[in-house]
């Protein structure tokens, strides 16, 4: 009797030991990789008026005073990418770039409007 009960508390112990390790962490190496999916993950959001200036696309505010951001696009020629949306109310999609301030990395780029325009006001006069 007291065999079978050190039997089978053996085997308890054993199991549970088993689904700790299955519970445990990934190894330091996945650990690793996973980390620069979710950096990537995170792009930031501009919305602005497209312009073209001394050669360069940029990223102005509605009111097209203010340069928001000089766009570069991410895997294609910025002619390709943003010709067709100068005068145009974007969105863009895309990271700061670290090497150069001002400068925004655009992964993509979705029409609001087709021309530039201040938003209208909420409050009437």
């Known amino acids: ?7 089978v508390v053996c085997f308890t112990v054993a199991g549970f030991a088993v689904r700790q390790g299955q519970a445990s962490p990934p190894a330091e190496g ?3 990789k996973a980390a620069p999916q ?14 073209q200036q001394e050669g360069n696309f940029v990223l ?4 097209m005073e203010k340069k928001l951001a000089d766009l570069e696009a991410v895997g294609a020629s910025n002619e390709a990418f943003f010709a067709k949306h100068v005068g145009h109310t974007v969105t863009v999609k895309g990271k700061k770039s670290s090497e150069q301030e001002g ?5 993509s780029i979705e029409d609001k409007a087709p021309v ?6 909420t ?3």
């Open 1 to 7: 009797m007291k065999s079978t009960i050190f039997l």
């Open 30 to 32: 996945a650990k690793k």
């Open 38 to 51: 979710a950096k990537s993950a995170r792009l930031e959001t501009m919305t602005g008026c497209v312009d």
């Open 60 to 63: 102005l505010d509605d009111r």
């Open 103 to 107: 400068k925004f990395k655009v992964s």
């Open 116 to 121: 530039c325009a201040p938003a209208e006001s």
């Open 123 to 125: 409050n009437p006069r």
